[in-house]
């Protein structure tokens, strides 16, 4: 982590952009060292978003162009479980997508939108709000706590 934090906002990028995946990333610790570090909180919070919003991206196109087959095994998801998954975003819907950005559930959900076809725009808006306002915050309990 101390090695992304060297890299300021790049590595901040970087850290949300990877914590969108499926890898074990924690872009808030990075954003918490270089807030603490006195870099720019706006744009931290724009750095970690942008990031953060294209790994999402990213999950949303392997759940539109890969095969059912493969999500469930990226995913470690068994047949009943990727139904189940499938179910709760019918029931939620499109608002569920504000949660993107809840560990655990967060990227199977983005994955989910793609293979479900979710409207592109309808996805980045919801997704970047949600996301932009878990940064928003973040930095703003870290600046005046």
Known sequence: MEFLVDFGYLGLFVAAFLAATILPLSSELVLTALLLNDLSPEMLVLVATVGNVLGSLTNYGLGYWASKGIIQKW????EKEFVKAEERFEKYGLMSLLFAWVPIIGDPLTVIAGILRVN???????????????????ASMIISG
Not at 75 to 78: A, F, G, R, T, Y
Not at 120 to 138: A, D, M, P, Q, T
């Open 120 to 138: 592109l725009i309808w996805f980045i808006v919801l997704v970047s709000l949600g996301k932009f306002l878990r940064y928003y915050i973040l």
């Open 75 to 78: 995913l470690k998801m068994s």
